[in-house]
């Protein structure tokens, strides 16, 4: 057996129940999927069982050992040799002719949870996500605002998504033994969300949260070149002090001020 690769975050799953249940909770019955890092298979298999198609990417091609078999095994399954964050899924949906509605499935590497979760949040036929990530990762996709958790990620999930915990998994179940904790998490994107509004309110959120000791005066004058006495004047207007940071805005704050903003940059 080929030895598990640091570089590329591998932490195989061995358990059947805890593969089942993460399977089961993904509610993939007859639906399409789209599965991130298969590894050696152990989830995939599943999916398989339950999924109409399944597309993996896996970036380790010396993994082909383990995955070429359940490929024969399974007619509904494509793996190919990419790096998921390099993969155009646009062109893939179009060549492999998906439904509309797609499921994104993995436990994922560790080392690109978040750039995985962007790529989700910013493909709109991905309406639904079962992941295992990191447990400090888990706790601020899902984190309310004035804690040390709460930061661009939590705002921009929770505005556009129902984030629901399936479990915790104790680090013992993968192999080799990882040094954190992890938690499945179902993300399920909310409908009538305006993606022309989206695109403005995520550039809003990251540049409030660029530098999250930094007031908003002084991330949004970086990221925007607004002089700062319009951005405070903006604040005020809006109900907000003048030092107000972006951890102390709720979600629906971020959208309220995302809307004058769009107004102000007219
Ligand atoms: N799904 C398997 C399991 O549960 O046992 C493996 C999970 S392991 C935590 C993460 C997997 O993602 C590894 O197989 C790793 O090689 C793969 N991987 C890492 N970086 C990747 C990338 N950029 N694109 C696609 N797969 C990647």
Redesign the pocket.
């Known amino acids: 057996m080929n030895e598990a ?1 640091k570089k ?7 358990d059947k129940n805890l ?1 089942q249940k993460i399977v089961k909770d993904s509610f993939l019955d007859n639906k399409t999927v789209i ?10 298999e599943y999916i398989c069982q339950y999924a109409k198609k399944v597309i993996a ?4 091609s010396d ?1 082909k050992q383990y995955l070429d078999k359940l490929e024969q095994k399974h007619e509904n399954l494509k793996i190919t040799y ?6 155009d899924l646009n062109t893939i949906k179009i060549k492999e002719n998906l439904d509309q509605e797609v499921i994104l499935i ?7 949870t978040t750039p ?1 979760l962007f790529k989700f949040i910013e493909t709109p036929f991905l309406k639904q996500a079962t992941i ?1 990530i990191q447990k400090e990762v888990a706790e601020r996709i899902s984190s309310k605002p004035n804690l040390k958790t709460y930061n661009a990620l939590s705002v921009i999930v929770q505005y556009q998504a129902e984030v629901k915990k399936i479990m915790n998994v104790s680090r013992k179940l ?1 192999s080799p033994v ?1 040094k954190v904790d992890s938690i499945v998490l179902n993300i399920l994107k909310k409908e009538n969300i305006d993606n022309a509004f989206l695109n403005l309110f995520t550039t809003f959120v990251k540049a409030s949260f660029t530098q999250k000791r930094k007031t908003l005066i002084n991330n949004l004058h970086d990221f925007f070149n607004i002089p700062k006495t319009v951005i405070e004047e903006f604040l005020i207007k809006n109900g907000f002090e003048p030092n107000a940071r972006a951890e102390q805005l709720s979600i629906t704050d971020f959208e309220r001020l995302t809307k004058e903003w769009s107004n102000l940059l007219k």
């Open positions: 690769k590329y975050g591998q932490n195989f799953l061995t593969l599965e991130v890092g298969p590894g050696r298979g152990a989830l995939t990417f896996e970036i380790d993994l990419q790096d998921f964050l390099k993969v993995g436990n994922l590497p560790y080392y690109i995985i295992m993968f990882p």
